[in-house]
Nanobody
Framework: VQLQASGGGLVQTGGSLRLSCAAS????????MGWFRQAPGKEREFVAV????????SYEDSVKGRFTSSRDNAKNTVYLQMNNLKPEDTAVYYC????????????????WGQGSLVTVSS
């Protein structure tokens, strides 16, 4: 599975962005899809994960209620809707595919996109 993330950009505090992650390959629907981010000078951190069916999601505490992950398996695409963005959300966001829903450990994901930069100005 190859992943291509897009949708990042510059937004003001309180604004919204939607990231997309398009996958190639027949088995996209077999994978749980995670979102991670890495801010400058910081380690990569978990943001969200969605199950293969889209029926289950889990979020890191700081984004709960603001971010929503969804997927369209017919389009081989997963989304991260980000609302009420804050400067501390500034980071490169990565999508990743893995066989097990729920894991928040990046090393347990098999496939990674190239990253999409989100910058939130104050």
């Amino acid at each position: 599975v190859q992943l291509q993330a897009s949708g990042g950009g510059l937004v003001q505090t309180g604004g919204s962005l939607r990231l997309s992650c398009a996958a190639s390959g027949r088995t996209f629907s077999n994978y749980a899809m995670g979102w991670f981010r890495q801010a400058p000078g910081k380690e990569r951190e978990f943001v969200a994960v969605i199950s293969w069916s889209g029926g289950s999601t889990s979020y890191e505490d700081s984004v709960k209620g603001r971010f929503t992950s969804s997927r369209d398996n017919a389009k081989n695409t997963v989304y991260l809707q980000m609302n009420n963005l804050k400067p501390e959300d500034t980071a490169v966001y990565y999508c990743a595919g893995g066989p097990v829903y729920g894991t928040r450990v990046g090393d347990e994901y098999d496939y990674w996109g190239q990253g999409s930069l989100v910058t939130v100005s104050s």
